[in-house]
């Protein structure tokens, strides 16, 4: 910074020594001290309006919280409480300048807040930001508040808010597949195990299982979202609750829940809450599994769409985009690769995360910051990434019918339905035959007397109903 003030700036001080900020900006000196030393990542708090918005509302209902319990004036908790509905409005964001990967345990991050609300405050009474002599960051702002509390609150207050899109993206796929499963509930379709021909089923059936797996994933999101509700607000420092009077706790969820229109609850104890970030663990692994589900999907699209003369070529996937710089008119399965490349980084933010929440230590886990950074980028990586995969892709598959009912048909697959009519030892030694020979099943059955054609079509129709992949 310029140690050298100007008409434009202010000067603020800490016993590190003054730092110049810019005048229409609404940080203060550890804003700064914060940001000079621990930005490490390019993205800042104010890249992520749940976290502005949740730290908002912790803020705002501590201050109504504290004037119920008399310990600002009405004047003070009237001026924070308009600071914080303009910053959940989207104001200041350029105010917001600390690394949301700051490594100081999130009191940068609570502090940059603090500096914000507080200058901003001080601006609705006439007074000049800086000067902090009606309403200061510390005894005002976070008031009855640490770090300690404050922090984990508006991580799992943003987390919950961030996880609402994503469910209802993942439903919304899951309500995809199903439509697809009845648009394809009479395609007759090879099934495969271990990559070999195995049983005849429909290709609705296939997709009927996607849906049932989008809306499993959906509903554990929504379960592991429920447990956010339970906040460490009022513990302050270590759980003990010093530093804030006694009515403060029951006034602080009371305010919160009304604000954020959530029933947010205290725990049940308090010592509990501060240490432990387990709940980050469940959340991540569930947002780890749904990348891996739909990963898995997305594979299986990719080797049903393959060829469309060398591979299996089942399913048309939308041509997204060119898919070679060298190669004339190949195009690849760009949407399904891009959910499969999304799940190894989730994954990846998946194992950052149990690190984190491990290494905690006695009162308090001071590694919240890589928590928050992982987890949202996850979220974000999974909603954004559903959506485009919905939209481009799943939503335009169609069906390669003809192929499908060849590759069942020239199968030795079809074995499974006859041996109710055959018997397994004679069902085995003709499937046999017919992978020696590379002749369909259905050719010498039909030659030998034993099926007709239409008869094993017959079979193979009775084996691979009900749909129960559509029915659920």
């Known amino acids: 910074m310029n140690n050298l003030a100007t008409s434009e700036t202010r000067i603020e001080r800490d016993y590190v020594g003054e730092v110049n900020i810019p005048s229409e900006r609404l940080y203060g000196v550890n804003s700064v001290r914060g940001a000079d030393n621990l930005t490490v990542s390019p993205l800042s ?46 104001q200041f964001n350029d105010s917001l300048i600390v690394d949301l990967l700051e490594g100081s345990g999130g009191t940068s991050t609570n502090m940059n807040f603090n500096e914000v609300i507080a200058n901003r405050a001080q601006q609705h009474l006439d007074h000049a930001p800086g000067s902090y002599d ?3 960051p510390n005894d005002h702002v976070n008031c009855s508040q640490s770090t300690n509390d404050v922090y984990p609150a508006a991580l799992k207050i943003a987390t919950y808010a961030m996880l609402g899109p994503l469910i209802s993206e993942v439903e919304r796929l899951a309500d995809r597949f199903r439509v697809k499963a009845i648009e394809f509930a009479d395609v007759l379709h090879l099934g495969r195990t271990c990559l070999q021909d195995a049983q005849p089923m429909r290709l609705g059936q296939l997709f009927g299982g996607y849906a049932s797996l989008g809306r499993r994933l959906a509903d554990e999101l929504v379960a592991v979202r429920d447990k956010l509700r339970t906040l460490p607000l ?41 240490q432990n970030m387990d709940v980050f663990s469940r959340v991540s692994g569930e947002l780890r599994t749904c990348a891996a589900s739909l990963a898995k999907i997305a594979s299986d699209l990719t080797v049903l769409s393959s060829g469309p003369v060398g591979g299996l070529g089942e399913l048309r996937l939308p041509e997204a985009q060119a898919g070679s710089s060298i190669m004339p008119g190949k195009v690849n399965p760009v949407l399904p690769m891009a959910m499969i490349q999304l799940s190894f980084a989730v994954a990846g933010n998946d194992v950052a995360v149990a690190q984190a929440v491990q290494y905690g230590e006695l009162e308090i886990n001071h590694f919240e910051p890589v928590v928050a950074s992982r ?42 339905a006859l041996v109710p009519s055959i018997g397994y030892a004679r069902v085995s030694t003709l499937a046999r035959k017919s992978v020696a ?26 084996a691979s109903y009900p749909v129960f992949g559509v029915q659920e």
């Open 375 to 416: 987890v949202f980028d996850s979220i974000m990586l999974l909603t954004n990434g559903i959506r485009r995969f919905e939209e481009k892709c799943v939503s335009g598959i169609t069906a390669n019918v003809e192929r499908n009912e060849r590759h069942l048909m020239d199968s030795m697959a079809v074995a499974t």
């Open 134 to 136: 009606v309403i200061h």
């Open 45 to 90: 708090i104010a890249h992520y309006p749940e976290f502005i918005t949740a730290f908002a509302q912790c803020k705002w209902a501590a201050a109504l919280a504290n004037r119920d319990n008399n310990v600002i004036t009405q004047e003070q908790c009237d001026a924070i409480s308009r600071a914080c509905q303009e910053m959940i409005d989207g």
């Open 234 to 274: 009022g513990g302050t420092a270590i759980g003990t609750g010093f530093g804030a009077p006694a009515g403060y706790r029951p006034a602080v969820y009371k305010h919160l829940s009304g604000i954020a229109g959530v029933e947010f609850l205290a725990p049940t104890n308090s010592f509990d809450a501060m």
């Open 437 to 462: 020979e590379g002749r369909p099943l259905a050719a010498i059955l039909d030659e030998s007397g034993l099926l007709s054609r239409s008869d094993t079509l017959l079979a193979i129709d009775k």
